[in-house]
């Protein structure tokens, strides 16, 4: 009989899944709003129309999901996450699980795209820390297989890591997070507070060149005239050699690198992979981080650790739960001929 791996990443915005069948192949990928604002019921009603198109190839073998924020050993988020109003509290491994008439896994969305990353290198990574960044920053770690997941699973919370004491106030409450200088949103607004002569709470992270005139840049009069700007509008400028957004991309570096250079030094990865939609619109940031690591860790933190693209594109944490779902139910050389299978497909659409 035909088996099927499921995963299912829940965001803010909107809720995918996929399924894989044994060779690997992607089977069914299904997308739906988040209806964040109207409570929990209304978001497990839109999981449960997902987990029955999931379903509709035939009994699922393995069911993974993603949520934000964290997630206790049952299967229940703690805590507040991705603006989803109620969902701290939820059920959802045991709720997920009845949907679907299969064991059902959950965890912490960034630790299952670290979990996708490294089994799509299990052949040639042992400890493996992933950065992802989007509308905010999130991390996982995985050695041998293993996620690191602490507490609730909110481990290697790297956007949180404070790489500017008294900077920039983060959505989180504290002032200095990587994420208020790097994700998608900190940069437009970083661009923004530049444009208008605003105080940015840089300070050490302040760029040479950042009096030089701006009255060229095309971010910036588009920031003048009340733009709401982004990641994707800073890099779309880049490309054109626009001097703000070049100043907004070497701050986000060096925010990045810091934060990098702390996971690097307490985990001591042989693999730093960086992943998220941010780094799908400027891929560069990849070799500034590697450029800067040296200034940041000591020697032998950063000599063997190679720095890469994420794989699997910002869809990590998507295969990361088909994938963590799958590790529950096949042996280990199953599950990394599924991935090998998976990622060569996802490659070659």
Known sequence: MEKYYAGIDIGGQGLKGIVLDQSGVLRIEAMRNTPAGEGRDAVLRIVADLVKELSSLGPLSSMGVGSPGGVDRAGVVVGMAANISGWAGTGLGEAVAAMAGAPCVVRNDANLAAYAEWVARSDSSWALLFIGLGTGIGGGFVEDGRILGGCNDRAVEIGHSVIEPGGRRCACGVAGCAEA???????GRIAADLALGRDAGLGSLEP????????????????????????????????RGDSLAKLVDSIA?????????????????????????????????????????PKLV??????????????????????????????????PEGLAALATKALACFASP
């Open 208 to 239: 040479r060149g950042l009096g030089e005139s701006l009255e060229g840049s095309a971010l910036a009069a588009r920031a003048r005239a009340g733009e709401q700007l982004n990641a994707h509008d800073v890099y779309a400028a880049y490309a």
């Open 181 to 187: 200088y790097a994700s998608g949103p900190s940069m």
């Open 253 to 293: 570096a060096a925010a990045l690198a810091r934060a990098a250079a702390i996971g690097m030094a307490l985990l001591a990865p042989d693999t730093l992979v960086l992943g998220g939609g941010v780094i799908e619109g400027a891929p560069h940031l990849c070799s500034r981080v590697q450029e800067l690591l």
């Open 298 to 331: 000591y020697h032998d933190g950063w000599k063997d650790c190679r720095v890469e693209k994420a794989r699997f594109s910002h869809k990590a944490g998507l295969y990361g739960a088909a994938f963590y779902g799958a590790s529950q139910v096949e042996d």
